[in-house]
């Protein structure tokens, strides 16, 4: 029978979760970092992540449709105005589209992800199933890994930019955005699980959402590592460099 | 603007698919046959491959739900037979379980499926979502992939049997049984998608439904060549040998 914990002993858990398990730590991430990839391979990384991006808004008004306080509804709905801007030319989506600019890829071809790794896809549909399907108070939890990505983004940014000459400030201008909105929608997240989950299994359940949504994410760069790393492996209709 | 093609013609482009996507041609696949996995490479494709098992009758009985017509439904319900048995211990899931029996895993521990590859649970609920969501027509297409594999398991099977030990005829029988299953499925699928997709358009969803379904077969064997051929590659929480 699992005990109760305080709402700081379930904030803690998170945070062990996070420092096992976030995609900080994969090798495909280290290389990025690090300098050690080659331009194709940071170009399959933008490529296979506009996927990703692309689909959060969808994911986050999956979750805004079953919210019934407006107050919540406010809250979460900036979230989807900071994905998809207030006008066109706008927004995380628009700022990652100047990312797969600089890195020399056509618009349309980004954005129809017809060649995008099958791993980047069914990883990133599944974490849209999972908001729609499971519990509000799971969809939310699953959203906790912005408590994670500051430290992951400034790591990321100060190595692209030191490492890669065809990476610029301009180009990662995503990244820059993300620093002051994910502590936010991480705050309201993480008091919004300490606050609901009133029973051990439903505590249970909320570090068991942050543990699926973390292999959401690593599941990505292992896809990616698979595809574009290790040589020959490519899958069928994936693009080549 | 695409043409309409002649049901065979249907067919020939349903058959190029298989040719060139099928997984009978993935390098874990071939290294499998070949004999040069090594027991718990063997192991873990298994255990992994018991999840896609688990999910296939979960597909077939939403494909049956949406299935109006009784006579279709009596041939589509021979599926769920097939998989399920028709009493205790019968059936195809407990032929997969009488492998990894074989192979040393406890049946509690498959059943759980707690420490697949995250790459095997999105790709096979890839397909399961596929099926639920897309359209009656493209459901019966994904299941296509029969057409192939009765050719695929014959080189399957005289491969283990010739090159492991620790495989038994026994511990294979469920490829045994697919060879009369799949067959009679794939026939009944053919015919169904061939008099179906009367538009130009349709035809292009089925053979993109074949394609689709192709490739979570495909990302199912990346992600285990990724976590057990590649050293070092295990993702977190997955099963360690």
Not at 31 to 46: E, I
Not at 194 to 207: D, G, H, S, T
Request: charge should be neutral; include cysteine; proline fraction near 5%.
């Amino acid at each position: 029978m699992t005990e109760m914990m305080s709402p700081d002993q379930l904030e803690a858990a998170l945070r062990a979760v996070g420092a096992a398990r976030y995609h900080d730590k994969h090798p495909f991430q280290v290389r990025l970092n690090a300098g050690d990839l080659n331009r194709d391979q940071v170009r399959a990384w933008a490529l296979n992540r506009y996927y990703y991006q692309s689909r959060i808004p969808l994911k986050d008004a999956a979750l805004l449709a079953r919210l019934e306080d407006p107050a919540l509804r406010r809250a979460w709905r900036q979230r989807i105005v900071d994905h998809d801007g207030e006008t066109e030319g706008d927004g995380g989506i628009e700022r990652w589209l100047r990312l797969t600019d600089a890195l020399g890829f056509a618009r349309d071809y980004v954005i129809a992800a017809h060649h995008i790794l099958p791993g980047t896809r069914y990883a990133v549909d599944a974490y849209v199933h999972f908001v729609r399907e499971r519990s509000l108070l799971e969809a939310v939890a699953s959203s906790l890994t912005e408590m994670f990505s500051p430290g992951a983004i400034k790591n990321r940014v100060a190595g692209m930019l030191a490492n890669y000459d065809f990476v610029s400030k301009e180009a990662l201008a995503y990244f820059d955005k993300r620093l002051t909105q994910a502590p936010r929608d991480a705050d309201f997240a993480l008091d919004y699980v300490k606050r609901e989950a009133r029973r051990p299994e439903q505590q249970q359940a909320v570090i068991a959402a942050l543990t699926f949504k973390c292999d959401t994410l690593w599941a990505q760069l292992d896809a990616l590592h698979h595809a574009y790393v290790e040589p020959g492996h490519i899958p069928p209709g994936a693009w080549q460099p």
